[in-house]
């Protein structure tokens, strides 16, 4: 039976609750079962049902930077393949409440998804999750780091109240029934 991942990225710690840079974390924290997560492979998991299959769900607590250390862990730890991973992602380059999935591709300068590149190749689904466009006279790193404002919280509400149809499209027909759904 194949093993599924699905991969939230974010930086760990209070600081970063609510964050732009932590959309993917609060993608997986909208499919998890329960607030009991074990800790392993540098990471938080938690093992749920979507559409009939089991997926184990992963935030890893290494910060962006360095996620693909914990994601090939786990990945070697549980045998997932590179077609059965889908990691969500925030992406300064869309606005807020958008969301694409993609099969596989580039890091489009997200070092979470770079990281995890670098550790397993780039033969991975991938959602990214709007966190806006980065405002004239902002740094990026502030912008990402900084709080959801009150404005884009509810679009970027409405994007993760998606993620579990998401999900269960992608795990019943595929990745490109889920590209032509919510993209």
Known sequence: MDSYLFVGLGNPGQRYVGTRHNLGFMAIDSLAESSAWKSECRAVTQRVRIAGKDVLLAKPQTYMNL?????????????????????????????????????????????????????????????????????????????????ISKEDMPLCEEAIKKVKELCEVYLTNGVEKAQNLFN
């Open 67 to 147: 996620s693909g250390e914990s994601v090939q862990a786990l990945m070697s730890f549980y045998k997932v393949k590179p077609e059965n991973l889908l990691v969500f992602s925030d992406d300064v380059n869309l606005a807020c409440g958008k969301m694409r999935i993609r099969p596989s591709g580039s890091a489009g300068g997200q070092n979470g998804l770079k990281s995890i590149i670098e550790h397993i190749g780039q033969n991975f689904a991938r959602v990214r999750i709007g966190a806006g466009l980065v405002p004239e006279h902002w740094d990026l790193v502030n912008w990402v780091l900084s709080s």
